[in-house]
């Protein structure tokens, strides 16, 4: 690849509903612009089954239908997409930012927009890390069609955990969801649809302890926190889904983190570091949706353009 060819304006670093909807709007500025992404484009949503609250779907759409719309748009206006593997390593130059993808692959930007969302937590108990794959799974999309007819337990009671537990029932016998408090943290329209669903048995104000099985998940042993009783869940799955940690290890070292590695960015997506921008998921900010994503990636873009025309 000539020099011209890994020469930007933009890097965008992550592809989902952020990453392109900045490339969106990055390239119809005329921006030379590439997004780089590691997995599959989309983001998170690509491995939610609906996406019931996303504007101008009325039916809702399917969580793998988003991104590839996204990306279909984004590139009719010229967007870049490249796909690269883990180990991406930006260096700061006093007139933008080398990056480095791999060996030999380096790309240069005058303005680089992290776009690279958050991931799964680990709960951190026994067995989880042992199990997983076996049984213990963040993914219900990806992993929920194995247990046709089996009980499975979902960890958590936040959207997330809600909305994956519906979406078991349609293979699974039953769902337990089991939660720390006796209340939800999930919206109250999932709320209701969990509470009339005939599969779905909460078990409120339980914590989990160990999730047990030799060569697969045979249960999990949960705690009640209000008589200190022990009892095991006799499951063949457990979905974990107790919230989401920013994928912020790449520029750590470059921009103001909070407490919890999400990037210190307020709505103009300013970092703290001057030519980064920090657009969606991984940026502090109250309400993590679709819908605040693609506002973070269309201010990225445009507060890119302005740096670049003034630097
Ligand atoms: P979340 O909202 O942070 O909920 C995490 C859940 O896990 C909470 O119920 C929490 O309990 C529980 N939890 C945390 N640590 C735990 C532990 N150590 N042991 C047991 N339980 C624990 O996470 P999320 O559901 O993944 O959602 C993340 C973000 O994405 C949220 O902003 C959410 O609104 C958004 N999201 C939106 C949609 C949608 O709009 N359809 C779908 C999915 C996600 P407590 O409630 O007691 O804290």
Known sequence: ????????????IGGGPAGLTAGLYAARARLKCVLLEKMML?????????????PGFPEGIAGAEIGPLFETQAKRFGLEVRQFKEGLKIERLSDGFNVACGADEVLYCKSLIVATGSGWTPLGIPGEERLRGAGVSYCATCD???FRDQELAVIGGGNSAVEEALFLTKFASKVYIIHRRDQLRAEKIV???AFANPKIEFVWSHIPLEIVGNDGVEGVLVKDLKTDEKRLLKVAGAFIYV???ADSEIVKDLVKLDERGYIVAGEDTVTSCPGIFAAGDVRVKPLRQVATAIADGATAAIMAEKYIENS
Do not use: C, H, P, W
């Open 1 to 12: 690849m000539s020099d011209s060819e890994n020469r930007f304006d933009v890097l965008i």
């Open 42 to 54: 989309g983001g998170q949503i690509a491995t939610t089954e609906m996406v019931d609250n996303y």
């Open 144 to 146: 929920g069609a194995f």
């Open 191 to 193: 709320q209701e649809r």
């Open 243 to 245: 919230g989401m940690k």
